[in-house]
C-alpha cells in the first residue's frame, strides 16, 4: 500500500519541491509514497477567503482560524492516518516518532503560518504539534519537508536495508565517525593510519573510539545516554 502524505498549507507550489528529487523523487515515481497539497485558502471565509484573523487578547500578528482549519482538515482525515502541525512550539521530532510515521499509512502535515494557529482546532483535531528543532522558520512548510524526508527514506524500498539498523538507536547511540577515501594523502594529510592497516578489530576499536570521542563534543546530551547504557566505561 502506498504511504500518503496529505499536507494543508497556503504555499501548495513548494510540495514535493525538493522531495520530487533523488531517492524520494524515485520512490514517489514508483508509488511508493504519494502526496497531495491541499490549498488552505480554498477553506477560507468570505469573499477574500480569510483564513486568519487578530488574536483575543491583543498583540501582534495575525491568527489562523480554527473553522478554516477544520475544514481543511475535514478534507483530507481519514481517521487511520495522524495529524501533525508542525511549529516551533511542539515536541521535538526524534528518529523513534519518525520510524512509527513511516510504520503506519501515512500522515496529515498542517503548516502554520503568520503568529499561530488557534488552540481549539488543535484540540478538537487532536493534533500533535511537532518541531524540528530550536530555531524559528517562517512557517511550518520546510519543518515539512524535513520530516517527510526522514520518513520516506525509511519506506520499504526506497533505500535497500543499509540505513535500517543505525536509525534503530540514534537516539541512545553516537554520532558518525568520520570517513576517507582515496587518496591515501591529500594536501599533506594523510588517513589516520589504522584504517589502512587492514586490521579489522583495530578499525573497528579506532571508529567507536572517534564517534565517542565526537559526540562527547558536540553532544553531551547523548553521550551521558550512551554512557548510562553501560556500553563503555567514561
Ligand atoms: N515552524 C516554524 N519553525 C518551526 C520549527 N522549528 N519546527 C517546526 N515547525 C516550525
Redesign the pocket.
Known amino acids: 500500500m502506498t504511504w500518503h502524505a496529505d499536507i494543508l498549507t497556503l504555499f501548495p507550489a513548494m510540495f514535493p519541491g525538493p522531495l520530487g528529487e533523488s531517492l524520494a523523487g524515485k520512490a514517489l515515481g514508483a508509488g511508493i509514497w504519494s502526496l497531495k497539497a491541499t490549498d488552505i485558502r480554498e477553506f477560507g471565509q468570505g469573499a477574500h477567503r480569510a483564513v486568519d484573523d487578530t488574536p483575543f487578547g491583543g498583540g501582534a500578528g495575525m491568527v489562523m482560524r480554527a473553522d478554516v482549519l477544520d475544514a481543511a482538515i475535514g478534507s483530507v482525515a481519514d481517521g487511520q492516518r495522524p495529524l501533525v502541525v ?3 512550539r ?1 515536541v521535538p ?1 526524534t528518529q523513534k516518532r519518525v520510524q512509527k510515521l513511516a510504520a503506519g499509512p501515512g500522515v496529515i502535515l498542517l ?2 503560518r503568520f503568529e499561530g494557529i488557534d488552540q481549539r482546532v488543535i484540540e478538537a483535531r487532536n493534533a500533535e504539534e ?11 512548510e ?3 519537508l524535513a520530516l517527510l524526508d526522514a520518513a520516506i527514506r525509511l519506506l520499504p524500498g526506497v533505500m535497500g536495508t543499509a540505513a535500517s539498523a543505525d536509525e534503530e538507536s540514534f537516539s541512545t547511540s553516537l554520532l558518525e565517525y568520520p570517513h576517507y577515501t582515496r587518496p591515501a594523502t591529500w594536501q599533506d594529510r594523510a588517513v589516520p593510519e589504522t584504517l589502512t592497516s587492514g586490521n579489522h578489530k583495530a578499525i573497528a576499536d579506532w571508529r567507536r573510539q572517534a564517534a565517542a570521542d565526537i559526540t562527547k563534543i558536540r553532544r553531551p546530551d547523548l553521550y551521558a545516554q550512551y554512557i548510562a547504557s553501560g556500553a563503555i566505561a567514561p
Request: hydrophobic share 45%; aromatic share 4%.
Open positions: 508542525l511549529t516551533p511542539g521530532l503548516c502554520g511537532i518541531s524540528i528543532g530550536d530555531y524559528v522558520l517562517s512557517g511550518g520546510i519543518a515539512a
